[in-house]
């Protein structure tokens, strides 16, 4: 149910999220062909051959999200983040967001990229709120001609593991 703003109700408990791989696949695609228009959605084929890549990695929430990135050394780029429509505004964007990060940091990556469209206000103030800035655009950049905007954010340097004296 959602609120008069048309945002769904705040996540009772933090959702479970758990490493996705090319097994899942057909899961994560059935979540991106929700979440994004006909033109912009991948079909499990797509999804499984970049989870096959080094590189690429997932992370699922079973109860309707995935973010999937790339990282090479210490730089990572999301490549998408999908939140089923009835889960929006309500923390999953957000906990994936951020377990990825984790991922990403203690991996080595200290700076991470993303494109966002123009016009997608929501993803926006949601990456606002997680501290990216824009660094770049690239015009006519997704199927329906609209406009990503590129967007950066610094990530801490992981803290070396220390076993004990």
Same mark, same amino acid.
């Given at each position: 149910?959602?609120?008069?703003? $048309?945002?769904?109700?705040? /996540?009772?408990?933090?959702?479970?999220?758990?490493?996705?791989?090319? *097994?899942?696949?057909?899961?994560?695609?059935?979540?991106?062909?929700?979440?994004?228009?006909?033109? =912009?959605?991948?079909?499990?084929? *797509?999804?499984? =051959?970049?989870?096959?890549?080094?590189?690429? %990695?997932?992370?699922?929430?079973?109860?309707? $999200?995935?973010?999937?990135?790339?990282?090479?050394?210490? =730089?990572?780029?999301?490549?998408? /983040?999908?939140?089923?429509?009835?889960?929006?505004?309500? $923390?999953?964007?957000? #906990? /994936?967001?951020?377990?990825?990060?984790?991922?990403?940091?203690? *991996?080595?990556?200290?700076?991470?990229?993303?494109?966002?469209?123009?016009?997608?206000?929501?993803?926006?103030?949601?990456?606002?709120?997680?501290?990216?800035?824009?660094?770049?655009?690239? %015009?006519?950049?997704?199927?329906? $001609?609209?406009?990503?905007?590129?967007?950066?954010?610094? /990530?801490?340097?992981?803290?070396?593991?220390?076993?004990? #004296?």
């Amino acid at each position: 149910m959602r609120n008069r703003h $048309g945002s769904a109700p705040p /996540l009772s408990a933090p959702p479970r999220i758990e490493p996705a791989g090319p *097994a899942h696949a057909a899961v994560l695609a059935a979540i991106h062909a929700e979440s994004f228009p006909p033109a =912009e959605r991948w079909d499990e084929a *797509a999804i499984g =051959e970049q989870l096959g890549l080094p590189g690429t %990695r997932a992370l699922l929430a079973p109860t309707g $999200g995935f973010v999937m990135w790339q990282q090479a050394a210490d =730089e990572a780029e999301v490549l998408t /983040l999908a939140v089923l429509p009835a889960l929006r505004r309500a $923390g999953m964007g957000r #906990a /994936l967001m951020d377990a990825a990060m984790r991922a990403m940091t203690a *991996a080595g990556a200290v700076v991470l990229f993303l494109e966002v469209a123009r016009n997608n206000q929501p993803a926006r103030r949601l990456y606002a709120t997680l501290g990216f800035v824009q660094v770049g655009e690239r %015009r006519r950049y997704y199927a329906d $001609g609209g406009d990503a905007l590129v967007l950066r954010r610094d /990530l801490p340097m992981a803290t070396p593991h220390r076993s004990g #004296a």
